[in-house]
């Protein structure tokens, strides 16, 4: 019995989450008096040295695609019978973890912000209800299934560790069952990982305007994030939404652009070190959040931030 952790990869890298991920496991695992172990896809034997020395007693290292892992990860858990199987909520966990679930007939909780242990039994926390709850949820069924998201909890602490690595070997070929047809490169952005973040909100008039948002956060050396209305409208990608139904982000800066601050926004991002906010609205609900606030039309404020920068570059 374990806590089975797994570890995303990211191109060559081990997705950060997995770090976050180990670092709750340890925890859980000791009060279970269970094993902390990790699977990886792709990778090699550095790659699950890593995961070792960030607490995995034991890490199943699979040569084939990530793509594959979906049976892979299946058929694991059915052989070592983890308690508790741990996903970060990226993209890729959030597609890949119902999967295992559905196939193993198992629970799962998604989107989960913190995890405990409470006499012996395994709690996980989500926000409810637009998030102004917070669930505590039980699983009964074995595996329990959980996805966390990235950047809400403290990743372990990475020492020299001993720890065993099991190779093993992908049942799938996926360029069999999968052909690539066409290769598409698709334009995304890492927001959870940006320093500095500038969002906007329904407070713009046209798609057309986050053109100035880019100008103002390209200056800033920072990304442009959005509130949800203007995602479901089509006028930027999902993966720049920032909040409960999009990304958590901790950046540096964070600067709300025409955002009221409802508590699904700032489920994403009240956490930032710093908030400016920008509203014409005195008594919008950001300013109540925000370290500085400007009362004003964007319209005006905005192009005053970027002409003040420009004249500081130049
Ligand atoms: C299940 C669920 C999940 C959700 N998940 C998310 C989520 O992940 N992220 C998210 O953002 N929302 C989410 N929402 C939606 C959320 O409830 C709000 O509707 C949304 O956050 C509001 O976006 P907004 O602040 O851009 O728009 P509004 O609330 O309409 O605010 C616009 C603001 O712009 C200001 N403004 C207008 N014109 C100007 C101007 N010229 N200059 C300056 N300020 C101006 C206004 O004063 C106002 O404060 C979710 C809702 C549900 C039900």
């Not at 191109?11 to 976050?20: L, M, Q, R, Y």
């Not at 990475?158 to 069999?176: A, F, L, P």
């Not at 959005?226 to 006028?235: A, F, K, M, Q």
């Not at 109540?288 to 319209?299: S, W």
């Amino acid at each position: 019995m374990s806590v089975l952790v797994f570890a995303e990869m990211k191109g060559k890298e081990i997705h950060p989450v997995a770090f976050e991920l180990l670092g709750k496991g340890e925890e859980i695992s000791k009060e279970l008096s269970i094993k902390l172990e990790a699977v990886v896809f792709g990778g090699d034997e550095s790659t699950a040295q890593e995961l070792i020395d960030y607490g995995a007693e034991n890490v199943y290292l699979y040569e084939g695609e990530q793509e594959s892992c979906k049976e892979c990860l299946s058929s694991l858990a059915t052989e070592i019978k983890p308690e508790i199987m741990l996903f970060g909520a990226t993209k890729f966990g959030r597609a890949l973890a119902p999967r295992i679930a559905a196939s193993l007939n198992a629970g799962l909780t998604a989107d989960c912000i913190d995890l405990r242990v409470e006499e012996k039994e395994f709690i996980q926390i989500r926000p409810a209800f637009t998030g102004n709850i917070l669930a505590h949820i039980k699983t009964r069924s074995t595996p329990k299934l959980t996805t966390v998201r990235y950047r809400v909890m403290k990743p372990a602490e990475k020492r020299k560790r001993e720890g065993r690595i099991i190779k093993k070997e992908s049942s799938v070929d996926i360029k069999k069952s999968f052909p690539l047809v066409k290769r598409e490169k698709i334009e995304s952005i890492d927001i959870q990982n940006a320093d500095i973040i500038v969002s906007g909100g329904r407070g713009l008039n046209s798609k057309e305007d986050f053109k100035m948002l880019e100008k103002l956060a390209s200056l800033l050396g920072g990304v442009v994030g959005s509130s949800r209305p203007l995602v479901d409208d089509g006028w930027i990608s999902k993966d720049h939404q920032v909040g409960f139904s999009g990304n958590t982000v901790k950046p540096r800066l964070y600067i709300a652009i025409g955002i009221s601050g409802s508590s699904q926004h700032l489920a994403g991002m009240r956490n930032s070190e710093m908030i400016i906010a920008v509203n014409s609205d005195p008594s919008a609900p950001i300013f109540r959040y925000a370290d500085y606030g400007i009362v004003g039309d964007l319209y005006e404020v905005v192009p005053k931030l970027i002409e003040g920068l420009e004249q500081k570059v130049s």
